[in-house]
């Protein structure tokens, strides 16, 4: 099984990197953007494990007891099969 | 419009952060984790774009000259409405 993990900064929470790339995209003539916000994506193997549901519980505790930081983060995945 | 980003290193490219994850991962008795990769999610909201083929245009544009460095990176994006 695999899963893609997407973690994005609660909205509110300042983000110095997405204003960085805002601004050099500006820079670089792109005058449409409003806003960007950087996260970070976590592509997940897992083996022996044969049903979804066993897989999505792994990889929420994965989320809650390291991947994410619950001040400031949330997070959503997908699982896919092999 | 608004656009998600997904920027993941190319298969071959080492990843030592991704490494650092798994093995975290395992210390903390994940022991069905293969493998892990980690890359950037970068969400973009646009302004003054009404068509759906402008704003991916323009997307693409910005990962090509900014966002992924070709060498070691791919990305896919999906553009969604307001």
Redesign the interface.
Known sequence: MRARI???LKKGVLDPQ?KA?KE??EN?G?D??????????????????REREEAER?VE??CR???ANPVIEEFTYEVMGD
Chains 1, 2 share one sequence.
């Open positions: 997407i973690i994005t997405g790339v050099a995209l670089l792109f449409q953007v409003k806003g960007v916000r950087v996260g970070k994506v976590i592509d997940v193997t897992l083996d022996g494990i792994t505790e994965m007891r390291l991947l």
